[in-house]
């Protein structure tokens, strides 16, 4: 998608639907929304909009930072005590791995 063809007010309604939608656990969506808007949202001359969509790709960028360090902690976490948890890990996992801890 080109931004550069679109007016000032859908850009806006697209980021923020872009970042209403990283709250359904979708930080996918935060992302997308850094990396389309980053460009408008700094760099571009100032319009009228131009605050509320850096305010949504601030918010997008810190969202997508505490979902990433939330999911390593996890996946460390998890990966490290599996054996020791037992039943329990095993019943978390998709794939049961084989062999001795």
């Not at 930080?27 to 700094?42: D, G, S």
Request: aromatic letters at 18%.
């Amino acid at each position: 998608m080109n931004l550069e063809r679109v007016p000032n007010e859908e850009k806006l309604n697209l980021c923020r639907k872009y970042y209403l939608g990283g709250f359904a656990f979708l930080p996918f969506l935060w992302l997308v929304n850094v990396v389309w808007f980053f460009r408008e949202a700094f760099m571009k001359p100032t319009y009228t909009e131009q605050l509320q969509i850096k305010t949504y790709v601030k918010r997008s960028a810190l969202g997508l930072l505490l979902w990433v360090a939330v999911l390593t902690t996890w996946i460390t976490i998890f990966q490290h005590f599996r054996a020791q948890w037992g039943e329990v890990a095993d019943y978390l996992s998709f794939t049961i791995p084989l062999g001795i801890p």
